[in-house]
């Protein structure tokens, strides 16, 4: 037995809600703006550092993903006002695979 | 939670950055920081503690956890000059003795990294998902909705959205014959 996406979803859900919430702690958030962890922050949180192209196009995934506009942060329904992670997923990009390898 | 009186999440938030913070500087491994950080939750489940005692459980927690992990861990004078010597060194002796009571000296503990890991693998040890996978499960530590997760799921979840960001959610090969274990144990 594996995990199914829909079982890892109230996970990611937290995780991505996390992300897009104001910085809560701060060590964490300058551990991983470091080039020792590829700058991994800055790929997640995009709209505060605008210098990198990629990272926005990767929130935006995960936001297609999830099922939310890409700036707009449409709340789908949570009890308070948080995102969820639906499963409508994958259908918005048939093309993008190719393109996906080239941010790196 | 709900039994302490003087704590709340936002607390056990601060304070667990804090040794985040700490243990970036000593260049520690990553099992310190989640070991640690399960010592400290399974403390707090089991004792109220007051809020002068808070940061005194937190470096004590994180000493064990270290001893525990490291080849070579910061010595008790280390740790105690880190809390600014609030603690005397026999403090944290006492606090260490406690805690390791309190938790019937059980330190075994199936961190998220290990998951982590076996994923990263069945993923030909990619190291962008994997760094992207770590900062995830390091957010696991700190936010409170997640203190509950079970770490395999934790680390599924972190490596499924870190594949998720990095426009490879498609599997290349069948990660099935690695991730077979994930619910069984």
Redesign the interface.
Known sequence: ???S?A??LP??N???N??LEPI?????Y???AHKK??K??D??RPFEFCSLTFSVS??Q??HE?VGIGAMGREYDGGPDGRLVVSERR?STRAG??T???S?? | MSKHTEIDWEKRGVLVDWVLQVHARFNLLQETLFLFTNILDRFLSSRPISLSKFQLVGITAFFIAAKYEETYSPSVAEIARLADDMYSIEDILKAERYILKTLDWDLRYPGPLGWLRRGSKADDCEIKARTVGKYLIEIGCLEWRLVGTVPSMLAAAAMWLARLVLGREVWVRSPLKLWRFWLKT
Not at chain 1, 24 to 28: A, V
């Open positions: 037995m594996t995990y996406e079982e890892l996970t990611a937290i995780l991505v996390y992300i809560q702690h701060q060590s964490l300058k551990k991983y962890y590829l991994v922050r790929l997640l990767a929130v995934r995960v993903a994958y993008s695979e393109r996906a390898r941010w790196w």
